[in-house]
Structure formats: C-alpha cells, structure tokens
C-alpha cells in the first residue's frame, strides 16, 4: 500500500535563518512522499533568494503584503490539497523537526478514531529537554485555562502516551486532506494568534478528535516572529482573539460574558506587568481589549498612544 503525500506548509516572515533551519530539518526527514511549500509573507530580509540557493527542491509561494498567520498558512494548504495532499503539515518556521516525526504522526493519524489532527510533542529549544506543549485542556466558557499540559517540565514518561487534546496548536499541526476540505482552514480575520484555537473548536463540532502524539517531536523557538511569549504583540492578539473565539464559540449571558471578559484581562494585565517590555505590554493589553470590545479584527492598526 502506498503511503500518503503529505506537503509541509512553512509559513515565514523576515524569519530567513530560522526558515533555512527548519527546512535542513526537513530535508533530512526520510517520509517519502514528501513536498515542502514555503509561503514568504512579503518578507524583506532576503529569505526567499536564500532558500533558493540553499533548498532548491522546495516550492516557493509568495505574498506581496503579510497575511498572518492565517492568511499565509490558508495560501499554503489551498497550494497543498491542488498538489494532491492526504495530509498538510502546518508547520511554523522557527520549528525544527526531529527524525521520524512525520512518519510517526502520519502512522497515528491512520489508526486514531475520527481523527481530526495530530500534534507532536513540542519542545522548547531553550532549555533544550522541556515540554512547551503536550496538549491542553480548552473551555470557551471560562477565561482561563491554565498552562499547556507539561509546559516547562522535563520530556518524561509521564507524556509518553498518545493524548486527546481539547485544542490543537498551530505550530506543527498535521491535519488530514477530508478535514481541511469540511472544516475549512483559519479565520484570516484573527490575523495572528487563537487561530488554531477556533479552527479546534470547529473541528470538534464537526466531530473529530485532536491527538498528541508524543513519540513524534519537534523543537520550538517560541514566538520568534512575534517576539516571544510575552511581546506586545503577543499580548494584543492573544487577549483580542481570544476574547472573540471565546465568544463566538460559547455565548454566555450578561453576568457570564463580564466574568469571563475581566478573568481574561486580569491575566494579560499581570503578564504584561511581568514582561520586559512593561509599559509597550501595558498599552498592548489596552488595546486588544478595546478593539475586540469594538469588533476591529485584522492586523492590528498602528500603535496607538
């Protein structure tokens, strides 16, 4: 029997190094069939003319303005299923792949129940060794929900099982072809951050499961492109989208829909004051809030005083 193409989908923006990493990654992976669709969110740093120099077999898509996260990665996955795809590989740039990940995820995604997507585990490059993400519990009626299961703790026994996962994260997210064509691919109105969210929360409507699939592993450099967990960036989309799929997705009433909106401010309001950038994730956090209160979805306007 044949095994399925799966075409990765590498979405960058001014990201060249990391990009030139993943796909060295990549191209040692031993999954045949394999095809590899870089999407260059109108980047300036040279990053398509490097990956043409250095990884002349991938397939260069390309945008003239950013998209997103969404946008760039829907351009991708509309390129992956005209090539013929059984499975798209949604793969973040600053993500390296570990040897044997795609066959693994490939091989649970042939045998797990009513399968939606897959994630590997996913580790933090630094401190080399520790879970960033291994699944996560996810209620759009509450405002939090707690850290991703085993982030920032050692890659141990304890996670060495296949697990369902209440959301899916778009850093490496292997999704199979039928999926994609009923649930549809990302809110390109999220722009960036909660995207994989809703798409999971659509996905689980629709009736499939979400799986973390631990014997398959990658590395993450978290945030790169965004400026890591705690940039203004981060900040603004995460407490704006978030607030939006939430109440897209489980409207409450009056009293309920206040309780969750100030639980989700709280905490952004507390990582911002913990983050280096005070002031800028200060003003971030005020922002999101206002615009999702407004509707005003997109990517996030100039910054306001």
């Known amino acids: ?11 960058t923006w001014n990201g060249r190094e990391d990009t030139l990493a993943c796909l060295a990654t990549l191209a040692r992976d031993t999954y045949e069939p394999l095809h590899v669709v870089v999407v260059d969110n ?23 303005t950013n998209l997103g996260y969404a946008g760039g990665n829907n351009l991708g996955v509309e390129r992956a299923l005209a090539l013929g795809a059984g499975y798209v590989l949604v793969l973040n740039n600053d993500v390296e792949v570990l040897p044997g990940a795609i066959a693994t995820l490939v091989d649970a995604a042939e045998r ?59 850093a490496a997210l292997l999704v199979p072809r039928g999926v994609l064509e009923e649930v549809g691919g990302f809110d390109e109105d999220l722009f960036l951050y909660s995207e994989d969210t809703d798409w999971s929360l659509r996905a689980r409507a629709a009736g499939y499961r979400l ?50 909106r100030l639980v989700m401010l709280v905490a952004h ?23 999702a209160r407004a509707g005003r979805l997109g990517p996030r306007p100039e910054v306001r005083r």
């Open 1 to 11: 029997m044949s095994t399925p193409l799966v075409v990765v989908v590498v979405l």
């Open 112 to 170: 797990l129940p009513r399968v939606g997507a897959v994630n590997p585990t996913i580790l933090f490059a630094e401190p080399p060794d520790r879970i960033w993400f291994a699944g996560a519990r996810f209620d759009p009626r509450h405002g939090y929900n707690g850290r991703q299961r085993g982030y920032g703790q050692p890659d141990s026994p304890e996670f060495a099982a296949p697990a369902a996962t209440d959301r899916a994260c778009g």
């Open 211 to 260: 799986y973390v699939v631990p014997d398959a592993r990658v590395v993450h450099r978290v945030s790169a492109s965004a400026g890591g967990e705690s940039s203004p960036a981060t900040l603004y989309y995460g407490l704006r989208n978030t607030l939006v799929v939430c109440e897209r997705h489980a409207p409450l009433g009056v009293v309920g829909a206040w309780r969750r």
């Open 269 to 291: 309001v507390v990582q911002a004051t913990l983050s280096r950038r005070r002031r800028e994730g200060l003003r971030a956090v005020r922002d999101g809030w206002r615009d």
């Open 42 to 64: 109108g980047s300036g740093d040279g990053t398509e003319e490097a990956v043409r120099a250095a990884h002349p077999e991938v397939e260069l898509v390309s945008s003239d």
